[in-house]
């Protein structure tokens, strides 16, 4: 087996854990899976690790199958920060051009957003991603990379992605209960959305929802940028725990019902009378109908949250790009037509591409674009940062947390 280097990824959910061990291929443009395996989660609430050593025990056994199937000793490992605390603000920041000829040079670019970044934040709050939407010179807007431009003010607006200290730390406690390094967090719903979106949607305006156990993160791009993240605390664990109060059968009764006649939450309706034996025993039966008055009014309620946060933004239904649905939830089946109906969106469920020898699955974007988004860190890093519509990384060291 060839030595190539290798990217790992662990997609720490609510409901999965999620391990990745992949290798680049140059020729394809893609990445060949040298391993991969999942787990039950554990001590993760809402996308937060609330129990670093649950979480990292978990984390272990699953790095460990994906390592054991690849063959290979794997130390750093890429990994996501999600939940509700995740914020996102626009800050603007404006310079003189140092050069006498008043070409811009990278010096420039970094004071600019250096000078962007000057805003306060409470204590427990930190930032950490970068977006630069766009640069002004002398006053022309619009410009993506002013490199080698000629201006006396040079002028940017960012987008500041970021979230609660404590949360973060207690992921890379999670991590190195592991016996890994983290080589860096990554916002979840950045890296769900670096793995599904195409350029066309992210220039049309588009929206990506990551309907997972107990999340839903919402990512807008416009004209190439990131334009809006959010986190909501609502998944398919809601849909879930409906089911078991609405029948009155435990939570894996009820996640078993919710996967198993998913097609009664949304598709035709249907009074026809099911039967189901239970471990216990015992039986019980119910209307199809049944499961979609439970199921049916807590998606209306998640996708009109996803449309108040577009509302926010004023891109209520204005995104021609459309809604791009993913995460284990876009598994329910007719979805895509029922969120084309609640968001007056053109909608498609994404999955990521390129993962060989990888099904599509919804499921998986997040640990795939985790992935991706090491990648593109480690390419930016090995040559010098630009900013052509790539991100911009606050590096955070967690060797620090050692106890
Ligand atoms: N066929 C299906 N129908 C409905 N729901 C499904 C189906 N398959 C999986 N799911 C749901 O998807 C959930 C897992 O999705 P995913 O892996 O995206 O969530 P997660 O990443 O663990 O959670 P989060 O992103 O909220 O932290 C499961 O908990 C399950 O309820
Ligand atoms: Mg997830």
């Known amino acids: 087996m060839s030595k190539a280097p290798t990217i790992a990824a662990v997609d720490v959910g609510t409901g999965v854990v999620k391990a990745i061990i ?23 609430r809402k996308g937060v690790v609330n129990d670093p050593d649950k979480t990292g025990k978990v984390i272990q056994a699953t790095m460990a199958e994906a390592k054991r199937e690849a063959g290979r000793e794997i130390d750093e490992v890429y990994a996501n920060i999600n939940g509700m605390h995740i914020f996102c ?66 002028e940017t607006e960012i987008i500041a992605v970021g979230g609660f200290v404590s949360y973060s730390k207690n992921l890379g406690q999670a991590v ?58 609502v998944g398919t664990n809601n849909i879930r725990n409906d089911i078991a109060i609405g029948l009155r059968v435990d939570i ?33 039966s119910f209307q199809k109908n049944e499961i979609r008055k439970i199921a049916e009014p807590r998606l209306e309620e998640i996708f009109d949250e996803v449309e108040k946060e577009l509302k926010k933004i004023s891109r209520n239904r204005l995104l021609p790009g459309g809604a791009i649905l993913t995460g284990g939830g876009a598994k329910i089946p007719h979805i895509v037509d029922f969120v084309k109906k609640r968001l007056g969106l053109p909608c498609r469920i994404g999955v990521p591409r390129r993962f ?13 674009g985790l992935v991706l988004c090491g990648m593109d860190l ?25 106890p």
Not at 32 to 43: C, D, H, P, R
Not at 114 to 135: G, Y
Not at 213 to 232: K, M, N, P, Q
Not at 380 to 387: Q, S, W, Y
């Open 176 to 233: 190195l209960n592991a016996d890994l390094q983290a080589s860096d967090l990554i916002l979840d719903p950045i890296a769900t959305s670096r793995a599904v979106l195409t350029s066309q949607e992210k220039e049309l305006g588009a929206v990506v929802v990551d309907l997972g156990a107990g999340t839903a993160g919402i990512s807008v791009y416009e004209e190439g940028d990131l334009l809006h993240t959010s986190v909501l605390p």
């Open 89 to 154: 603000l626009s800050s603007k920041g404006l310079i003189s051009v140092s050069r006498a000829d008043q070409e811009i040079a990278q010096d420039d670019i970094d004071r600019v957003i250096e000078a962007a970044k000057t805003f306060s934040l409470p204590v427990n709050k930190e930032i950490l991603q970068i977006f630069p939407r766009e640069f002004i010179i002398d006053r022309e807007k619009g410009i993506k990379n002013p490199l080698g431009l000629y201006g006396v003010r040079l």
């Open 356 to 368: 060989s020898p990888l099904e599509d699955d919804p499921s998986l974007s997040t640990l795939c």
């Open 22 to 44: 992949v290798q680049k291929e140059p020729e394809e443009g893609g990445f060949k899976v040298l391993g991969k395996a999942e787990n039950i989660s554990s001590g993760v």
């Open 378 to 402: 480690e390419e930016e890093e090995g040559g010098r940062i630009n900013f052509k519509g790539a991100f911009s990384k606050i590096k955070k060291i967690f060797q620090v947390f050692i």
């Open 252 to 284: 894996e009764t009820a996640e078993f019902i919710k996967n198993k006649f998913g097609a009664s939450i949304l598709g035709p309706k249907s009074t026809k009378k099911e039967k189901l034996k239970l471990s216990s025993g015992e039986e019980i």
